[in-house]
């Protein structure tokens, strides 16, 4: 991997960020699609009964909500001063060369690897450990929606924190990305800070990721093998008593981003309101 050097990063054009085509219009960054107004806290009993993929696991049983604060959170510092390895797929090589030196000032303690295709990146998750991949979605040959399929097929990398950077006219592309197993994606222009911002939120959150300890560890279990790394980051938020509104601030996500994973475990666990995903939660003992 190489190793940090000095240098001063170019500055993008006033009103524009990494990725901006020359002669855009500018246009203010930004991360996620635009909020919505969040769903109420829910407080009374509910009954939580598996079906449709849980059908047969957990048991039943009437349980409230708990109204307590988001779990405590390190500082992005921690992050900062552990060594992490990240690899930035793009075939814009002078985005590439930017970001791989913005990279190398402000978190010198990272290996950071790079990839000018899909194709080049596998080679390199199949023979280094990594912490973190950030993808553009539109690429020649192999893509970015066909190199997170491949990740989330082997096994060995399944569970690989992924970033999409996307452009603003392919939001089609963003919503299957995150239906696939994206974690989260940044829309081009964007700023230095919003990629530092995003990969260390990513993280951050990998670093508290633990399995559940308790409950059922047959729920549990089977949770793990339907729904991704996020959707569990997710789903053990509302269990915490979170609405859309306080998870998307404690992943550092937009209200729409949560919403998407949201609906996404609704569908996967076959389960229709946040009462029911709440219970199941503490069920599995992950609230």
Not at 159 to 185: H, K, N, Q, W
Not at 224 to 231: A, F, Y
């Amino acid at each position: 991997m190489a190793q940090a050097e000095s240098f001063k990063l170019p500055s993008p054009a006033r009103g524009q960020g990494f990725g901006a085509r020359p002669g855009s219009q500018a246009q203010p960054p930004r991360h996620g699609l635009k909020g919505e107004t969040p769903e109420p806290l829910l407080l009374a009993p509910v009954r939580c009964q598996p079906a449709g993929p849980l059908a047969g696991l957990g048991t039943p049983g009437t349980m409230k909500l708990p109204g307590h604060p988001a779990p405590a959170r390190s500082g992005a510092a921690a992050v900062q001063d552990r060594r992490r390895s990240v690899l930035l797929v793009d075939d814009d090589a002078v985005l590439l060369g930017n970001l791989k030196r913005l990279l190398q000032a402000e978190r010198p303690q990272w290996d950071v690897a790079t990839a000018a295709s899909g194709a080049e990146a596998i080679r390199i998750l199949r023979t280094h450990p990594l912490d973190l991949l950030v993808s553009d979605i539109q690429m020649p040959g192999m893509d970015g929606l066909a190199l997170l399929a491949e990740v989330r097929q082997d096994p060995a990398l399944a569970r690989l924190p992924l970033i999409f950077i996307t452009g603003r006219d392919d939001r089609a592309s963003v919503r299957e990305g995150m239906a696939s197993g994206a974690d989260d994606y940044l829309t081009k222009p964007f700023s230095p800070e919003e990629l530092i911002q995003a990969m260390d939120a990513r993280l951050r959150r990998q670093s508290h990721e633990a399995a559940p300890a308790g409950g059922d560890p047959e729920l549990g279990s089977h949770l793990r093998s339907l729904l991704t790394g996020r959707e569990l980051e997710v789903l053990s938020l509302i269990g915490h008593g979170l609405v859309t509104k306080d998870i998307a601030a404690d992943l550092d996500l937009s209200f729409r981003t949560v919403s998407v994973h949201r609906a996404n475990i609704m569908r996967k666990l076959d389960l229709h309101n946040a009462a029911a995903l709440a219970a199941l939660a503490i069920q599995a003992s992950m609230a």
